[in-house]
C-alpha cells in the first residue's frame, strides 16, 4: 500500500503533465506471465486510481487477450494486447472517463485519462501481465514500442 505521501506525490506528477502507468493484478506472477498466488493486495491500487475516476474491481476477466478498439498513438500498429488468463482485473469508470483503448469482451483493459491543466495523462491497465513476457518473444513487444515512442514525444 502507498502512503498518503505518495498517492499526493503521483497525483501531483500525472497533475503537472506527467504519463503515470497505473496496473493491477488479480495474481502474483513469475518468469514473465506464470501466475502464483492470489493478490491480496489488489484493492490498495484504488487509492490512487480513484484520485483519477477509475476503480479496480473485485472478479476476473478471463481472457488472454484484449482487442484495440480505438486508434491512438499508444496502440499504433497493435492489434491486440496479451493479458494473463484470470490475471487481469476489471475496470469500472466514472462516467464519461476515459479513452478505452482495449477490451477483452466488454471489459476495459486499457483505458487512457486526461488529467489536470497541464496535459497530463494516467494510463491504466488491467493487468501488469501487459507490460511482461515469457521465455519467447513477447506478444505486446508491438505495445511496449508504441508507449515508448508515445512517452518520448510527450
Known amino acids: 500500500a502507498w502512503t498518503s505521501e505518495e498517492i499526493d506525490a ?3 506528477y500525472a497533475g503537472g503533465g506527467g504519463l503515470l502507468i497505473l496496473t493491477n493484478s ?3 506472477l513469475k518468469y ?3 501466475i502464483l498466488d492470489p493478490n491480496e493486495d489488489w484493492a490498495a491500487a484504488n487509492a490512487l486510481a480513484e484520485r483519477f475516476g477509475a476503480t479496480y474491481q473485485d472478479g476476473e476477466i478471463e481472457a488472454t487477450q484484449a482487442l484495440i478498439v480505438e486508434e491512438h498513438p ?3 500498429d497493435v492489434d491486440a494486447l496479451e493479458i494473463g488468463e484470470g490475471n487481469a482485473m476489471p475496470i469500472h469508470l466514472a462516467e464519461g472517463e476515459g479513452l478505452v483503448l482495449a477490451r477483452a469482451g466488454k471489459e476495459p483493459v486499457a483505458v487512457l485519462l486526461d488529467y489536470g491543466p497541464d496535459g497530463g495523462q494516467v494510463l491504466i491497465l488491467a493487468d501488469v501481465g501487459v507490460l511482461t513476457a ?3 518473444e513477447p506478444l505486446n513487444l508491438p505495445f511496449w514500442r508504441s508507449l515508448a515512442r508515445y512517452a518520448r514525444s510527450r
Do not use: K, P, T
Request: aromatic share 6%.
Open 32 to 34: 514473465g506471465n506464470r
Open 134 to 136: 515469457g521465455w519467447s
Open 26 to 28: 488479480r495474481h502474483r
Open 74 to 76: 499508444l496502440v499504433e
Open 10 to 12: 503521483l497525483e501531483a
